[in-house]
């Protein structure tokens, strides 16, 4: 048992014992001090008290309340209590991931829809993992597999990282079926609102101070909700919030303990006594975010790096999402330190003079972001924005940089874009994906023996590699001579069906910072006979051409990390030429 909930249930028992005693005897019991004030509070409030009983006098003691008044007149007050320290907000419920739709939204279908999602990013998850602990890619495994080969019962900082990425495409999921649910069916909202946060029983709050001061309150929120307006938005990482008057009930994706454990919803709240100033805080968020990315970059030092591509491409999300602030400084930040993380990290590897250009280049390409928008929804209002982290991302279709989440007409909706930066007219960088996805079924979807033999491919040259049987670049030219000829081996369909899901869903918005400007890339549709050219224009690349060789897709082979990394996971640059 955790220690916050043996801690919770060594209060139950404790306050039940007080109240008892209370009544029985007329006196202070021998109890602790937070139980004894705890059982005076809720006396005070129902001194006709004849009986109580907890939670732990029923077999399924979770699914009941902390414990049970019975009066004099025959009522039966539920009551839940809560320990906490300070002014900490409390947590009312730990529910499974797999059920608190259907439990405190009553929709069967939505909860359906979430789980296969849900499964889908588990077995993705699951297959990270394994890639972890074994360096190569594997195509289906499950938990019980995955414990026999890798007993996994911590999480490391690389491990750490797979976690937060699942959690993070749970919320996205989540997210976006809520918005819909609050579109259509914003009773239901009401009904889990008030569900989760127990609004027909009594809630007591003990709160522990400073030198042993200890109050007891009543939560009672009725009369702070308003469902008039809904407003839903993230926080962090994994965490959806959803805004009823001057309550947010918070859910928060998490691990119950250790990689391979059960994934619950962590329920919170917060009350937010003058929602006014409420808002003003976004106002003010967004001002700091602003001054502290000016601050980053004042005091930054250059430092020289042959490949700065990625960072060049990282500053100009930053960029972006900062001028996005400067225009509408009232809109939520989902998570406030993203993008000073990047700026932070990236930014000492692009020179001054490009980063100039970059900051500059960010003005017309969010005019291009305001005209799409606005002839889509007019007199659209900004919720909230959001930087996407791209290793975050497990729908290999959705190559979105950013998102905008829209209110249109009391309609919520998200737009998803890709932000691209260039230094002139040539390239573009389409995806990253894994070596093991790329003959999936997000992509070329060809055979699984083809994908099998692919990752054999990769795995029988780690082994040479670990040997020093074979250098980097003889390993990258091994596995992109196997690519190539088994996309040789693929149908024109196939073919089709792969290109379109690199070019992905999103609108791509290019910025060209060498020339300050910006525009919309449009998607080119992919018409004619598909010819694969194997290892070209080098040996590490496989061409994809149509109408003859006028439009082409290049798919490199690279390795995720530098040599100095040795062996790391190998990955994919689907470049396309600007026409």
Not at 282 to 311: G, P, Q
Request: charged fraction near 25%; hydrophobic fraction near 35%.
């Amino acid at each position: 048992m955790f220690p916050q909930k043996k801690q919770g249930n060594i209060h139950v028992i404790s306050v039940k014992n007080a109240i008892e005693s209370f009544l029985r005897e007329g006196k202070v019991p021998n109890e602790m001090p937070t139980a004894i004030k705890t059982a005076e509070y809720i006396i005070a409030k129902y001194p006709d008290i004849t009986k109580v009983i907890s939670k732990f006098e029923f077999p399924n003691p979770d699914a009941h309340s902390d414990l049970v008044l019975y009066l004099s007149n025959g009522d039966k007050i539920k009551v839940n209590l809560y320990k906490v320290t300070g002014r900490g907000s409390i947590q009312p419920k730990n529910v499974g991931a797999k059920s608190f739709i259907s439990k405190y939204f009553f929709d069967a279908n939505l909860q359906e829809k979430f789980n296969m999602l849900y499964d889908k990013d588990y077995d993705q998850y699951l297959s990270e993992l394994f890639e972890y602990k074994s360096g190569y890619p594997i195509i289906d495994i499950n938990k019980e597999e995955l414990r026999k080969i890798f007993p996994i019962n911590q999480f490391d900082d690389d491990i750490n990282e797979i976690r937060q990425r699942f959690l993070y495409s749970l919320r996205e999921n989540c997210f976006s079926l809520f918005q819909d649910f609050c579109n259509n069916y914003p009773l239901l909202i009401e009904n889990g609102f008030k569900t989760m946060l127990m609004i027909d029983d009594y809630n007591i709050i003990t709160r522990i101070f400073a030198k042993n001061k200890i109050t007891v309150e009543e939560f009672n929120p009725k009369d702070a909700l308003s469902f008039k307006d809904i407003k839903l938005f993230k926080t962090g990482n994994n965490t959806l919030s959803i805004l009823c008057g001057s309550i947010s009930l918070n859910l928060r994706f998490k691990f119950e303990s250790g990689p391979l454990s059960s994934v619950k919803l962590a329920i919170g709240y917060r009350y937010i006594r003058d929602i006014n100033k409420y808002e003003e805080v976004f106002h003010f968020r967004n001002f700091r975010t602003l001054k502290m990315a000016n601050d980053i970059l004042r005091h930054m030092t250059y430092v020289k790096k042959e490949n700065k591509s990625n960072a060049i491409g990282k500053c100009n999300e930053a960029f972006v999402y900062l001028q996005l602030l400067e225009e509408f400084p009232n809109t939520i930040q989902d998570d406030p330190e993203y993008c000073l993380r990047l700026l932070e990290s990236y930014a000492p590897y692009v020179s001054p003079e490009e980063l100039h250009n970059l900051k500059l280049s960010s003005v017309p390409a969010v005019e291009q972001i305001k005209n799409i928008i606005k002839t889509k929804y007019p007199n659209f209002m900004l919720e909230s924005v959001q930087l996407v982290p791209e290793s975050y991302v497990n729908d290999k279709l959705d190559t979105a940089d950013l998102q905008l989440n829209l209110r249109y007409h009391n309609t919520r909706v998200t737009e998803k874009l890709s932000l691209k930066a260039i230094s002139k007219d040539k390239k573009l960088t389409l995806k990253n994906p894994g070596i093991g996805t790329i003959l999936g079924e997000n992509f070329f979807n060809i055979s699984k023996l083809y994908n099998l033999e692919l990752n054999k491919t990769v795995e029988l040259l780690k082994g040479k590699f670990i040997q020093n049987e074979c250098t980097h670049m003889e390993s990258l030219e091994n596995v992109s001579y196997v690519l190539g000829k088994l996309l040789q081996s693929a149908t024109q369909e196939q073919l089709r069906h792969g290109i379109d899901n690199i070019f992905g869903k999103p609108l791509v918005i290019i910025t060209v910072y060498n020339d300050i400007k910006a525009y919309t890339h449009e998607r080119i549709p992919v018409t004619g006979e598909i010819t694969v050219i194997a290892q070209s224009p080098s040996n590490t690349q496989t061409t994809l051409t149509w109408e003859n060789g006028k439009y082409s897709l290049s798919l490199r082979v690279k390795f995720s990390k530098g040599q100095s990394h040795g062996w790391s996971s190998l990955k994919l640059a689907a470049e396309q030429k600007i026409q």
